[in-house]
């Protein structure tokens, strides 16, 4: 197992063993578990990442930290757009799409108010990041 799987795997014991809240680097930050399946592997995956709420719909960013290439998950959701998402103790099937513009800067824009990170992720790369809503599915 590499070191980023096992720092995702001890932040998803955390998520989980205290209601979705975690501490250190991610204190105060709201974060959810998104499950997907891969794209060549069909197997699940599971990532915890920061997001905010859109009125009824979650708003995930693909940045990989500014990295010249989208994270996994993000290539996962586009091929399997039906995902699993665990906010609190919640889990709840969702639709993925990807934000087309202007939409997709407005909600980036909304991202990096909340956590200027985000901000310097987009100033690390040249490739567009990606924005992805989740929507609840009935």
Known sequence: MSSANDWNTAI??????????????FAGTPLLLLHTIGARSGLERINPLAYFAD???????????????NPDWYYNLVANPTVTVE?????????????EEPERSQLFDKMAARNPGFA?????TERIIPVVILERLA
């Open 12 to 25: 998803i014991n955390e998520f989980r063993a205290n209601g979705g809240k975690v501490g250190g680097n």
């Open 120 to 124: 310097t992720y987009q100033q690390r």
């Open 87 to 99: 906010v609190g103790t919640e889990t709840f099937q969702a639709r993925a799409t990807v934000a």
């Open 55 to 69: 009125g009824e719909r979650l708003v995930v960013i693909a940045s990989k930290a500014g990295a010249p290439t």
